[in-house]
């Protein structure tokens, strides 16, 4: 009989012709039971999605003013504190779902860069607008803006979704970077 080791300290494999007394079993895996999975004592994440909109009544984003009426919309609080959103898009430009990434405080706003990605993957996104407000009312984007964009514009690529905006707003206004030039 022909046993296979795998050696704990190499990743080749010892073939051995008998079996030998001093060879040991490994314990057995543990196996998550999926529809109980908490019985195994292992945290479970779930993440989730879900709408009951039909896609022909979802709004479709046309241009940068279509992206800074629609992400206004959602602020409540867009001259108090800075807040990071992300729109994901289907391939028809349909809006798929608003989802806020951060809230700061009146002069930034920290957010994962993680959270852009998942999101767009668990919506199945085509395109991302990523979105922020500037409470000052500047519409100008600092260099911290820059370098947000391009670094989530090169994590997007490399899962195939296309960045299509970073838009900036305030209660009257909105800079867009695709419009500029800049993406």
Do not use: W
Request: hydrophobic share 40%; aromatic share 4%.
């Amino acid at each position: 009989m022909t046993i296979f080791e795998l050696l704990p300290d190499s990743e080749q494999m010892q073939i051995a012709a008998e079996p030998s007394a001093a060879l040991e079993v490994p314990a057995a895996p543990v196996l998550i039971d999926a529809a109980n999975p908490s019985a195994s004592g292992v945290p479970v994440c779930t993440l989730s999605y879900s709408t009951n909109t039909p896609t022909s009544s979802k709004p479709q984003i046309r241009d940068a003013y279509d992206i800074a009426n629609l992400i206004r919309s959602t602020y409540n609080d867009i001259e108090l504190r800075e807040s990071v959103k992300v729109i994901y898009l289907s391939r028809a430009n349909r809006v798929i779902g608003v989802h806020t990434i951060g809230v700061g405080s009146a002069t930034c706003c920290i957010f994962d860069l993680k959270s852009v990605c998942v999101g767009a993957l668990l919506a199945h996104a085509e395109g991302v607008i990523l979105c922020h407000n500037h409470p000052s009312g500047n519409l100008q984007p600092s260099p911290q803006d820059d370098n947000m964009t391009e670094k989530i514009e090169r994590a997007l690529k490399t899962l195939d979704i296309k960045l299509l905006d970073h838009i900036i707003v305030t209660v009257d206004g909105y800079y867009s970077y695709q419009q500029d030039g800049q993406l």
